[in-house]
């Protein structure tokens, strides 16, 4: 069946410049999640989603950093005003929440470099 | 969150088993060890998970020390494609976000 898929996979932006993230989970997959990888690193926790709540976003480095599943199925990672530290590749995974322990099935992800 | 600690690379020849090794010393009883793995461009991917019993799948074997403070990832016999980056992840049992380390980078080589 379909993984999870990511668009775009490459986006260069400006400094300055607001850019969305598509992240489409496994169909039926309850459960959300962003990571940021930056290059050499393991990836770090953004925020996570079950069905259309956001129940934890403690990983959002800034207020400029904006996450939502309004219909707990796509999902968009948005990132305002974009700086050089923003830079990396940018991970969705997606898992069913009532397996214990679930496992997570990641997308290739989104390499945004910011200029 | 439990740690764990990895060393930062490894090499292994091809069809040669290789033990991956993980120390979590603070590792509580109710937290679940998992391994995934990434190669390049690419997310990571589940390779196997398991809580206190050794556990085995198609992809590999997974050796929990008696005091849970460390296993050891073991793969029979590693082929080229088996080069990434090997993660050890604890999570609680009701999961939610992963915290990953660095990992081991694994060369094999022909």
């Known amino acids: 069946g379909a993984g999870v898929s990511q668009s775009p996979r490459y986006k260069v932006a400006k400094r300055g410049q607001d850019v969305a993230l598509r992240c489409d989970p496994i169909?039926?997959?309850?459960?959300l999640f962003w990571y940021q990888q930056a290059l050499g690193q393991g990836p770090e926790f953004l925020t996570y989603?079950?069905?259309?709540?956001?129940?934890?976003k403690s990983g959002l480095p800034s207020d400029r950093f904006f996450a939502e599943r309004p219909e707990g199925s796509v999902s968009t990672l948005k990132i305002q005003r974009t700086q050089q530290e923003d830079s990396a590749v940018y991970l969705c995974?997606?898992?069913?929440?009532?397996?214990?322990?679930?496992?997570?099935?990641f997308g290739p992800g989104t390499r945004l470099t910011v200029t | 969150d439990a740690k764990t600690t990895q060393p930062n690379s490894m090499e292994s020849n091809e069809e040669e088993p290789v033990h991956l090794p993980c120390n979590h010393s603070?590792?509580?009883?109710?937290?679940?060890i998992h391994w995934y793995r990434q190669l390049p461009s690419q997310g990571p991917e589940y390779v196997i998970h398991?809580?206190?019993s050794n556990v085995n799948n198609r992809m590999a074997s997974l050796a929990i020390a008696e005091d849970r403070k460390s296993s050891t990832l073991i793969l029979h016999r590693a082929t080229l494609r088996d080069a990434a980056v090997y993660y050890c992840?604890?999570?609680?049992?009701?999961?939610?976000?992963?915290?990953f380390g660095p990992g081991t980078r694994l060369s094999v080589l022909p």
């Open positions: 995974a997606s898992s069913k929440v009532r397996t214990r322990p679930y496992e997570q099935y």
């Open positions: 169909s039926g997959h309850v459960s």
């Open positions: 989603f079950q069905n259309e709540a956001q129940l934890d």
């Open positions: 603070t590792i509580s009883g109710t937290d679940y």
């Open positions: 398991g809580l206190t």
């Open positions: 992840i604890l999570s609680r049992n009701y999961g939610q976000n992963f915290v």
